[in-house]
């Protein structure tokens, strides 16, 4: 049981440093409250979809911005469009970035807009990374402890699980309830 | 304490934005509702039949009557922000086509602009969500959607062609939580509802 406490405190640990570092918000909880046994892929099958469509999304700012004459509404349709779906996801670091990005799009400030593409890029690969890492670990941790489904709050970090399952091992439903102040 | 299963209604959400589509679906999904998602206003407009000539002429029947029947949409929620049509636009559309209007339309948007929504209430749409989305919105559309099927079931004369442009009165439905539908009637509605006649004094004393 030891063992597994340590892999619990350590993924508990985890994904709540996520939320304080602020790589994730609230969104994200709304996220996973939207997964259930009917949809037990949910968040992943979105947070894939956001991967896919980020990759291209910087493809096309860094082309955009490379260009002789830099066309500033395109490039701001395209950080329109990645504030939009890094805040559907709760990517707040991101979203962050992406709104001094239209800053200088709408100061047509260049240099400006490329140190933001390098800030965003950044702030994406880190995000991108942990979530990564999240998806890897939880199955793992969710195996070893027999509970269908993880998810963490940022407020309280409670980790939400069956019921029946806390019933059946008060143990370890006590070590994961750590109370933790709001980020930020 | 609804008797009706949530799952007769249909919703049709428009979002360009496919992470956006799936969260949309996912939580009206949730809430028992049948979805249809599309990515552009266009593709709205063509899913609900809609044919350009319909509000122009009133006298020609519906061009795809079929269609209507089949698929029947109880609320429309699209995204504001698109290229091409709008939300704003596809709102405007909706509302202007005789067979269409009575659909209620919310709309969504990640920038909270006052302007915009006010602009868009004005228009006729329900409801303003701002972006991200949450459960605690899409709790909010079912009255809207039961309110417009009461409204299709007392007078399904007024489904076709006819005069679009008669005021509501003909649909002196006992109003009786005006204040729960909130303010976000059309204009017209408010000027003629009887219930909100208040006794108007003229200022001068009477003696």
């Known amino acids: ?34 997964q ?26 860094s082309t955009a911005l490379q260009q002789h004459i830099v066309d500033y509404k395109q490039v701001d349709a395209l950080v329109h469009q990645f504030k939009g779906s890094s805040s559907s996801i709760g990517a707040q670091r991101v979203k962050n970035v992406c ?76 070590c994961i309830f750590v109370t933790f102040g709001l980020a930020n | ?29 949730t809430s028992s509702y049948q979805v249809t998602t599309v990515d552009s206003g266009s593709k709205a407009l063509q899913f609900l039949g809609f044919h350009e000539d319909e509000e122009s002429n009133q006298n020609r029947p519906s061009v795809s009557p079929m269609i209507h029947r089949e698929v029947q949409v109880n609320l429309i929620i699209t995204d504001y922000c698109m290229p091409g049509m709008t939300g704003y636009d596809l709102l405007k559309k909706i509302k202007e086509s005789s067979s269409l209007r009575n659909i209620p ?4 948007s990640s920038e909270n602009v006052p302007s915009r929504i006010n602009r868009c209430l004005e228009e006729g749409a329900e409801e ?31 489904q076709g062609p006819e005069g679009s442009e008669t005021p509501e009165i003909q649909s002196v ?21 009887q219930e909100r006649t208040r006794p108007r004094y003229s200022g001068l004393a009477v003696i």
Not at chain 1, 36 to 61: A, G, M, R
Not at chain 2, 105 to 108: L, N
């Open chain 1, 1 to 34: 049981m030891d063992v597994v406490s340590q892999l619990q405190r350590q993924f508990l640990d985890f994904t709540t440093s996520l939320y304080r570092e602020g790589f994730l918000d609230d969104q994200f909880v709304q996220l996973q409250k939207l």
């Open chain 1, 36 to 61: 259930d046994e009917s949809n037990p892929e949910f968040v992943i099958e979105v947070v894939s979809l956001f991967f896919e469509d980020s990759e291209k999304l910087l493809n096309n700012l």
């Open chain 1, 99 to 174: 709104v001094s990005f239209r800053n200088y799009c709408e100061e047509k400030n260049v240099e400006g807009c490329f140190r933001c593409l390098q800030q965003v890029k950044h702030e994406y690969h880190l995000v991108k990374s942990r979530l990564d890492a999240l998806f890897k670990a939880s199955p793992l941790v969710a195996g070893a402890t027999n509970i269908g489904s993880w998810w963490v709050s940022p407020y309280d970090s409670i980790i939400g699980i069956d019921a029946a399952e806390i019933r059946e091992s008060p143990k370890i439903y006590i």
């Open chain 2, 1 to 29: 304490m609804a008797i009706s299963t949530e799952s007769e209604f249909h919703v049709l959400a428009v979002d360009d934005s496919i992470i956006d589509r799936k969260l949309i679906e996912r939580l009206l999904k």
């Open chain 2, 105 to 108: 339309v919310v709309i969504m």
């Open chain 2, 128 to 158: 303003f969500f701002l972006k991200p989305v949450r459960l605690s919105d899409v709790n909010k559309l079912k009255p809207h959607m039961m309110k417009a099927k009461a409204k299709d079931h007392q007078e399904p004369a007024k």
């Open chain 2, 173 to 193: 439905q006992p109003q009786q939580t005006p204040a729960q539908s909130s303010n976000k009637r059309k204009a017209m509605e408010e000027g003629i509802s």
